[in-house]
């Protein structure tokens, strides 16, 4: 896994918690920035487009792009609006929705 990213540095000083990620068991910092923790830990593609299938990850990191949407207890959230918390299940939202 190429972990060249940006945000290595991410959790230095903070607890990690358990997150599933498509099934994938994770440890990330506890009340970072969610969409960033999972860039760190190397998943770069959050959902795919409803036309091309096409992946998407986050690109605004502020709310505006919706490219960084993840499903969490059955809805759409964006992942740079929320922070990591301890079991959270996170899935890729269903094609088609935005």
Known sequence: MNN??????????RALV???????ELRLPL???LAAALLGAGITTF???PVSGAPRGPFCMMGA?????VEVDGISRQACMMEV????ILNM???GER
């Open 4 to 13: 060249a990213l940006p945000f290595e540095g991410l959790g230095e000083g």
């Open 18 to 24: 358990a997150v599933s990620f498509t099934g994938q």
């Open 31 to 33: 009340g970072a920035n």
């Open 47 to 49: 959902r795919h487009t």
């Open 65 to 69: 792009c919706f490219d960084c949407l």
């Open 85 to 88: 918390s301890e079991g959270l």
């Open 93 to 95: 939202p269903p094609v």
